[in-house]
């Protein structure tokens, strides 16, 4: 069964930089577009960015700038670089990937950015 693992969360303070990491397992397994979405407490899910295997990114307009999502095709894994973090950052973040025709979600890894 294919599994996303999210790393690379805590607790960081307020202009700092962080690094999110989501791992494919296995490693050989054979995953398409990638996601990131996160989630902060007591508000619904939303998306941040997402990348093809070729490379081709989309970023939601609230993080342009901030937020740089890549992905090393040869480890299947997929990054979210976040620079500047602000206290509203806070959130659980999600990795997503398709995987035959199915999107399996990782189980997040949690931010906490302090003021």
């Known amino acids: 069964q294919v599994q996303l693992v999210e790393s690379g969360g805590g607790l960081v303070q307020a202009g700092e930089s962080l690094r999110l990491s989501c791992a494919a397992s296995?490693?050989?397994?054979?995953?398409?577009?990638m996601a990131w979405h996160r989630q902060a407490p007591g508000k619904s899910r939303e998306y941040i960015a997402s990348i093809h295997t070729d490379g081709l990114t989309n970023y939601d307009d609230s993080v342009k700038g901030r937020f740089t999502i890549s992905r090393d095709n040869a480890k299947n894994t997929m990054y979210l670089q976040i620079h500047s973090l602000k206290p509203e950052d806070s959130a659980v973040y999600y990795c997503?990937?398709?995987?035959?025709?199915?999107?399996?979600w990782g189980q997040g890894t949690q931010v906490i950015v302090s003021s």
């Open positions: 997503r990937g398709l995987h035959r025709d199915r999107w399996v």
């Open positions: 296995p490693p050989s397994a054979n995953i398409g577009s």
